[in-house]
Nanobody
């Protein structure tokens, strides 16, 4: 069972930046896709960004132009650069991996954006 461990969450002011990282316990080069979802209190989990094994990316409309996802196959990580953060970005951010059509999740990292 692959393990996904997120890091980089924390408290940041409105307009600030954070970089999230997700380390996988196995080589990610064979993963179909990896990405980030988030879940705010009382809300459903929603897609933030995803990157395929070929490097294609997809972003939720609410983060386009502010967030950037990339994967480092040598380090087995997928990363999320988050700029111009807003209070509504406050949520637990979860790392996700699609491995042979099975979904795998990390435990999440909390991002809090103060107004």
């Amino acid at each position: 069972q692959v393990q996904l461990v997120e890091s980089g969450g924390g408290l940041v002011q409105n307009g600030g930046s954070l970089t999230l990282s997700c380390a996988a316990s196995e080589m990610i080069s064979s993963f179909n896709a990896m990405g980030w979802y988030r879940q705010a209190p009382g809300e459903n989990r929603e897609l933030v960004a995803v990157i395929s094994s070929g490097g294609s990316t997809k972003y939720a409309d609410f983060v386009k132009g502010r967030f950037s996802i990339w994967r480092d196959n040598a380090k087995n990580t997928v990363n999320l650069q988050m700029n111009r953060l807003k209070p509504e970005d406050t949520a637990v951010y979860y790392c996700y991996a699609d491995i042979l059509a099975y979904d795998h999740w990390g435990l999440g990292t909390l991002v809090t954006v103060s107004s």
